[in-house]
């Protein structure tokens, strides 16, 4: 198995617009690709960015969001944070993008650190050789 390679933490800052889902798919894809990441990888990789991507403008407080991504160990991770004066992690709202998070990460986690709401999940590169 190829080991991916070290790449980031690239920083993103967005406004909270939805069409801007896929500017950091696109940024995301090409970040995962000079990784060594694989085409199904890679579209894990574009979903987990979304979901955290939408969630965080859906839940967080109409503030920029600021978007990481890091490769590092055979993981792709995302971690969105946005500013909020209220925040509630266990919101029902939220279990679909915990479902999805789920389904193509290998760990996740919705939080509220020091009034930031954060979302984030890691896809491992799990390729056989």
């Given at each position: 198995m190829v080991e991916p390679t070290a790449v980031g933490p690239v920083l993103l800052r967005l406004p909270p617009d939805p069409a801007?889902?896929?500017v950091l798919r696109l940024a995301a894809s090409g970040i995962a690709g000079m990784a060594g990441f694989t085409v199904d990888e890679i579209?894990?990789?574009r979903i987990a960015v979304?979901?955290?991507l939408l969630a965080l403008i859906e839940h967080?407080?109409?503030q920029p969001i600021e978007v990481?991504?890091?490769v590092e160990a055979r993981e792709f991770k995302v971690r969105g944070s946005t500013a909020v004066e209220d925040f509630d992690a266990d919101h029902p709202d939220?279990?679909?993008c915990r479902t999805v998070l789920a389904g193509v990460g290998t760990e996740h986690g919705i939080e509220l650190v020091d009034d930031h709401a954060q979302i984030w999940a890691a896809v491992t590169h799990v390729s056989i050789p």
């Open positions: 801007l889902s896929r579209e894990d990789i979304s979901e955290v967080g407080g109409g990481e991504f890091v939220l279990l679909l």
